[in-house]
């Protein structure tokens, strides 16, 4: 595989070139695996801030906010990314987005550090569930033969 077959997943370029180095992968699970090892054991806080900068504001929790939230949620945005110089990053699944304002407010007082940390951990869910969408694997990789395996492997790269 190529560096360019993980830019989707994360904007790091130092995360999608060590994917692609690692790559092939024998299944959906262990490329998980792999991402989750580079992104917590190999990258440093720069390849950290290099793909929290080129995270866009997600806006799916914005359909069902009513108009005074989405006006304090820019609001608590603009002054999240002025203090901390990247986007406030929460894995929005499920959450509405009173859920999120109230956790950007929270985070709002959180020393750099501390909210680095908190943020590459919810970076990282937004990476696993765009190996998981992307059509790396076929959805039965396990029923595969050997052969068809290496073929897989083979024509991925």
């Not at 024998?26 to 950290?48: F, G, P, Q």
Request: charged fraction near 25%; proline fraction near 1%.
């Amino acid at each position: 595989m190529k560096t360019e077959d993980f830019s989707s997943c994360c904007v790091g370029t130092t995360f999608a070139n060590k994917m692609a180095m690692a790559s092939p992968f024998s299944s959906l699970e262990h490329a998980i695996t792999v991402a989750r090892d580079i992104w917590s054991r190999k990258l440093n806080v720069r390849s950290w801030l290099e793909a929290l900068s080129g995270r866009s504001c997600s806006n799916e929790y914005l359909e069902t906010a009513n108009e005074a939230t989405v006006q304090e949620l820019h609001e608590w945005g603009s002054r999240y990314e002025e203090k901390f110089g990247y986007v406030f990053v929460i894995f929005v699944a499920g959450r509405t987005s009173e859920d999120i304002l109230a956790e950007l407010k929270m985070h709002f007082n959180n020393l750099h550090g501390v909210e680095l940390e908190i943020a590459s951990k919810e970076e990282l869910k937004y990476i696993e569930r765009a190996i998981r969408d992307q059509s790396f694997f076929p959805r039965n990789l396990s029923k595969l033969t050997t052969k068809e395996t290496c073929q897989l492997n083979i024509q991925a790269k």
